[in-house]
Protein backbone atom coordinates (compact mmCIF):
# COMPACT_ATOMS: atom_id res chain seq x y z
CA UNK A 1 0.00 0.00 0.00
CA UNK A 2 1.33 3.34 -0.58
CA UNK A 3 0.88 6.33 1.79
CA UNK A 4 1.79 10.38 1.67
CA UNK A 5 3.78 11.13 4.73
CA UNK A 6 4.82 13.80 6.33
CA UNK A 7 8.31 13.36 7.44
CA UNK A 8 11.25 15.02 8.93
CA UNK A 9 15.14 14.49 9.53
CA UNK A 10 18.33 16.82 9.78
CA UNK A 11 20.77 17.46 6.95
CA UNK A 12 24.17 18.64 7.10
CA UNK A 13 25.78 20.49 4.21
CA UNK A 14 29.42 21.28 3.72
CA UNK A 15 30.40 25.30 3.76
CA UNK A 16 31.48 24.50 0.32
CA UNK A 17 28.09 24.11 -0.90
CA UNK A 18 26.83 27.91 0.74
CA UNK A 19 26.01 30.28 -1.94
CA UNK A 20 23.46 30.91 -4.33
CA UNK A 21 21.99 27.63 -5.31
CA UNK A 22 21.89 26.52 -1.23
CA UNK A 23 18.42 25.53 -1.40
CA UNK A 24 18.52 23.79 -4.17
CA UNK A 25 21.98 21.74 -2.96
CA UNK A 26 19.85 20.85 0.46
CA UNK A 27 17.21 19.74 -1.57
CA UNK A 28 19.12 17.03 -3.46
CA UNK A 29 21.21 15.74 -0.51
CA UNK A 30 17.54 15.19 1.48
CA UNK A 31 16.89 13.50 -1.93
CA UNK A 32 20.28 11.52 -1.75
CA UNK A 33 20.06 10.35 1.93
CA UNK A 34 16.18 9.57 2.02
CA UNK A 35 14.94 7.70 -0.99
CA UNK A 36 15.37 4.33 -1.47
CA UNK A 37 15.81 3.48 2.03
CA UNK A 38 12.98 1.89 4.42
CA UNK A 39 11.87 2.01 8.18
CA UNK A 40 10.55 -0.51 9.94
CA UNK A 41 7.82 1.94 10.78
CA UNK A 42 6.55 4.14 7.58
CA UNK A 43 8.52 1.58 4.59
CA UNK A 44 10.44 2.01 1.93
CA UNK A 45 10.51 5.85 0.83
CA UNK A 46 10.00 5.89 -3.06
CA UNK A 47 9.95 9.56 -3.51
CA UNK A 48 9.87 13.25 -1.66
CA UNK A 49 7.01 14.75 -3.25
CA UNK A 50 7.79 18.13 -1.44
CA UNK A 51 9.60 19.96 0.84
CA UNK A 52 7.27 21.47 3.86
CA UNK A 53 9.97 23.60 5.78
CA UNK A 54 13.48 23.80 5.16
CA UNK A 55 14.30 26.15 8.52
CA UNK A 56 17.05 28.58 9.10
CA UNK A 57 19.83 26.23 9.41
CA UNK A 58 22.94 26.52 12.39
CA UNK A 59 26.71 26.63 12.15
CA UNK A 60 28.61 23.69 13.61
CA UNK A 61 31.51 24.51 15.69
CA UNK A 62 34.55 23.52 14.63
CA UNK A 63 33.53 22.42 11.27
CA UNK A 64 31.49 24.65 9.82
CA UNK A 65 29.20 23.05 8.45
CA UNK A 66 25.36 23.42 8.34
CA UNK A 67 22.49 22.17 9.87
CA UNK A 68 18.52 21.88 8.78
CA UNK A 69 15.90 20.40 9.79
CA UNK A 70 13.75 19.47 7.30
CA UNK A 71 10.19 18.45 6.86
CA UNK A 72 9.11 16.94 3.83
CA UNK A 73 6.09 14.72 2.19
CA UNK A 74 6.95 11.92 0.90
CA UNK A 75 5.53 8.71 -1.06
CA UNK A 76 6.37 5.24 0.88
CA UNK A 77 5.41 1.92 0.00
CA UNK A 78 4.12 -0.37 3.32
CA UNK A 79 3.24 -3.90 2.55
CA UNK A 80 0.62 -5.04 4.64
CA UNK A 81 -0.79 -8.96 5.82
CA UNK A 82 -3.66 -9.79 3.55
CA UNK A 83 -2.78 -7.67 0.86
CA UNK A 84 -2.78 -8.62 -2.93
CA UNK A 85 0.54 -7.56 -4.65
CA UNK A 86 1.33 -8.41 -8.48
CA UNK A 87 5.01 -9.02 -8.52
CA UNK A 88 7.95 -10.49 -10.59
CA UNK A 89 9.47 -13.73 -10.33
CA UNK A 90 12.98 -13.96 -9.45
CA UNK A 91 14.18 -17.31 -8.22
CA UNK A 92 12.79 -20.31 -8.18
CA UNK A 93 14.08 -24.03 -6.12
CA UNK A 94 11.86 -27.12 -4.91
CA UNK A 95 11.02 -25.23 -1.74
CA UNK A 96 8.94 -22.51 -3.50
CA UNK A 97 9.72 -19.24 -5.69
CA UNK A 98 10.73 -15.91 -4.66
CA UNK A 99 9.47 -12.47 -6.30
CA UNK A 100 10.36 -8.85 -6.47
CA UNK A 101 7.48 -6.23 -6.40
CA UNK A 102 9.91 -3.29 -6.49
CA UNK A 103 11.98 -3.25 -3.11
CA UNK A 104 9.88 -5.86 -1.11
CA UNK A 105 10.76 -9.38 -1.79
CA UNK A 106 8.31 -12.28 -1.40
CA UNK A 107 8.74 -15.96 -1.15
CA UNK A 108 6.09 -18.23 -1.82
CA UNK A 109 6.58 -21.43 -0.30
CA UNK A 110 5.30 -24.58 -2.61
CA UNK A 111 2.78 -25.51 0.13
CA UNK A 112 1.30 -22.41 -0.58
CA UNK A 113 1.44 -23.15 -4.38
CA UNK A 114 -2.08 -25.24 -5.76
CA UNK A 115 -1.39 -28.61 -5.73
CA UNK A 116 -1.72 -29.24 -9.33
CA UNK A 117 1.76 -27.52 -9.80
CA UNK A 118 4.53 -29.43 -9.89
CA UNK A 119 8.05 -28.18 -9.78
CA UNK A 120 10.44 -29.46 -13.10
CA UNK A 121 13.58 -28.17 -13.97
CA UNK A 122 13.83 -28.42 -17.86
CA UNK A 123 15.27 -26.58 -20.38
CA UNK A 124 14.54 -23.26 -19.34
CA UNK A 125 15.82 -23.75 -15.88
CA UNK A 126 13.88 -24.61 -12.82
CA UNK A 127 9.63 -24.04 -12.90
CA UNK A 128 6.67 -25.01 -11.23
CA UNK A 129 4.12 -26.33 -14.01
CA UNK A 130 0.24 -26.87 -14.32
CA UNK A 131 -1.29 -30.35 -14.60
CA UNK A 132 -2.44 -29.75 -17.34
CA UNK A 133 0.65 -28.09 -18.80
CA UNK A 134 -0.69 -24.90 -19.69
CA UNK A 135 0.18 -22.57 -16.88
CA UNK A 136 4.08 -22.58 -15.74
CA UNK A 137 5.99 -19.97 -13.40
CA UNK A 138 9.51 -19.53 -14.33
CA UNK A 139 12.11 -17.05 -13.77
CA UNK A 140 10.83 -13.14 -14.44
CA UNK A 141 6.90 -14.02 -15.31
CA UNK A 142 4.63 -11.94 -13.63
CA UNK A 143 2.65 -13.42 -10.63
CA UNK A 144 -0.50 -11.63 -8.28
CA UNK A 145 0.27 -13.29 -4.70
CA UNK A 146 -1.73 -12.63 -1.79
CA UNK A 147 0.53 -11.48 1.42
CA UNK A 148 0.04 -13.93 4.57
CA UNK A 149 2.61 -12.82 6.73
CA UNK A 150 5.63 -10.21 6.76
CA UNK A 151 9.13 -9.72 8.62
CA UNK A 152 10.08 -5.99 9.35
CA UNK A 153 14.00 -5.51 9.69
CA UNK A 154 15.11 -1.92 10.78
CA UNK A 155 16.24 -1.24 6.87
CA UNK A 156 14.25 -3.89 4.64
CA UNK A 157 10.78 -5.79 4.94
CA UNK A 158 10.47 -9.40 3.75
CA UNK A 159 7.04 -11.26 2.78
CA UNK A 160 5.56 -14.41 3.19
CA UNK A 161 2.79 -14.86 0.02
CA UNK A 162 0.74 -17.75 -1.36
CA UNK A 163 -1.31 -17.94 -4.73
CA UNK A 164 -3.35 -20.91 -3.73
CA UNK A 165 -6.71 -18.97 -3.72
CA UNK A 166 -8.99 -17.81 -6.36
CA UNK A 167 -7.59 -15.08 -9.05
CA UNK A 168 -4.09 -15.57 -7.88
CA UNK A 169 -1.67 -16.60 -9.97
CA UNK A 170 0.36 -16.05 -13.45
CA UNK A 171 -0.35 -13.31 -14.94
CA UNK A 172 2.23 -12.87 -18.10
CA UNK A 173 4.93 -14.94 -18.88
CA UNK A 174 8.56 -13.27 -19.18
CA UNK A 175 9.42 -10.32 -20.90
CA UNK A 176 11.82 -12.26 -24.25
Known sequence: ???LLEM??????????????????????????????CSGKHGYIVCVTRIVDAGKGRIQMGTGKATFHMKYQCVAF?????????CVVTQINKMGFFADAGPFAIFVSSNLIPGDYEFTSGDQGPSFVSGEQD????????????IVGTRVDATEIFGIGT?????LGVLAGPET
Do not use: A, W
Open 163 to 167: IKEDY
Open 78 to 86: RPFKGEVID
Open 1 to 3: MFF
Open 8 to 37: ERIVTLPPQTFGSGLRETLHKQLISEVEGT
Open 135 to 146: VSIVKDCEVRVK
